[in-house]
């Protein structure tokens, strides 16, 4: 007895579109926080911006799906899906992130509020744990939460660590943390349940500078360890506005 044929999966099988009030769309392609589904979000939302659809008023790349804002006055809803899915099924998304950013960091000071205890934990040293977190490639998931807040996918397994069960009321801008298996840089003060080891002077939110955000979903980030002075010396050169980092162009 023949077999019946099994028909094959395609991109388009996953994908899901939600409406967001009557102003927005969720254009949703997996289940999955994965490198590969991250690059073809990041790759729909450079298509959608090349393609200049009238009406499209905002988008937001996320994990796994690209929230799409529109003026429903200009762009119908419906419209707008099909312009989605025209885009998607001709993407040739590219994993690779197009820059890298070398980022400071001082493991120590008052912004290393759990290096000591998480070593501990760990059965390491705070010289190895930090010598594994800056040995590390990340990759800017999304910004989100907070103005030019980075989720950083690419954490070591042996860093993974839960949040705080109770977050901290206030946490500096530029403080170097961990949370479940993800990292993150502080773009901004304020509460957090996430465990921290360092800092640096990076800033990577800065209403004065023109993009205000530093990093971008895609990008690449490696941290490099430097000692207090060096810490001190750029902290006093970002105060004047010096964003103290350029990207490395990789494609």
């Given at each position: 007895?023949?077999?019946?044929?099994?028909?094959?999966?395609?991109?388009?099988?996953?994908?899901?579109?939600?409406?967001?009030?009557?102003?927005a769309?969720?254009?949703?392609?997996?289940?999955?926080?994965?490198?590969?589904?991250?690059?073809?979000?990041?790759?729909?939302?450079?298509?959608?911006?090349?393609?200049?659809?009238?009406?499209v008023?905002?988008?937001?790349?996320?994990?796994?799906?690209?929230?799409?804002?529109?003026?429903?006055?200009?762009?119908?809803?419906?419209?707008?899906a099909?312009?989605?899915r025209?885009?998607?099924?001709?993407?040739?998304?590219?994993?690779?992130?197009?820059?890298?950013?070398?980022?400071?960091?001082?493991?120590g000071?008052?912004?290393?509020?759990?290096?000591?205890?998480?070593?501990a934990?760990?059965?390491?040293?705070?010289?190895?744990?930090?010598?594994?977190?800056s040995?590390?490639?990340?990759?800017?998931?999304?910004?989100?939460?907070?103005?030019?807040?980075?989720?950083?996918?690419?954490?070591?397994?042996?860093?993974?660590?839960?949040?705080?069960?109770?977050?901290?009321?206030?946490?500096?801008?530029?403080?170097?943390?961990?949370?479940?298996?993800?990292?993150?840089i502080?773009?901004?003060?304020?509460?957090s349940?996430?465990r921290?080891?360092?800092?640096?002077?990076?800033?990577?939110?800065?209403?004065?500078?023109?993009?205000?955000?530093?990093?971008?979903?895609?990008?690449?980030?490696?941290?490099?360890?430097?000692?207090?002075?060096?810490?001190?010396?750029?902290?006093?050169?970002?105060?004047?506005?010096?964003?103290?980092?350029?990207?490395?162009?990789?494609?």
């Open positions: 007895m023949a077999c019946p044929d099994i028909p094959r999966r395609t991109i388009m099988d996953d994908i899901r579109i939600l409406p967001c009030g009557d102003q769309l969720s254009f949703q392609i997996s289940d999955r926080i994965d490198p590969d589904v991250n690059a073809r979000i990041i790759a729909l939302a450079a298509a959608l911006g090349a393609a200049a659809i009238a009406g008023t905002e988008y937001v790349p996320t994990y796994r799906a690209l929230l799409v804002r529109y003026d429903p006055e200009v762009l119908r809803g419906a419209e707008l099909r312009h989605l025209r885009l998607y099924a001709s993407l040739q998304p590219d994993r690779a992130p197009a820059r890298l950013w070398r980022i400071p960091v001082w493991y000071g008052p912004a290393a509020l759990d290096l000591a205890d998480l070593a934990e760990k059965g390491m040293t705070a010289e190895a744990l930090a010598a594994l977190h040995a590390s490639d990340f990759r800017v998931f999304m910004i989100g939460f907070a103005p030019g807040f980075a989720y950083l996918g690419g954490l070591p397994e042996a860093l993974h660590t839960p949040r705080l069960e109770i977050p901290r009321q206030m946490v500096p801008a530029g403080a170097i943390g961990i949370g479940g298996q993800q990292a993150s502080n773009s901004v003060a304020g509460p349940g996430w921290f080891i360092g800092s640096t002077p990076v800033r990577l939110f800065d209403p004065a500078r023109n993009p205000a955000f530093l990093l971008t979903a895609g990008d690449a980030v490696r941290f490099t360890p430097v000692d207090a002075a060096t810490y001190d010396r750029l902290t006093a050169r970002a105060a004047t506005g010096d964003p103290l980092v350029a990207p490395e162009v990789l494609s």
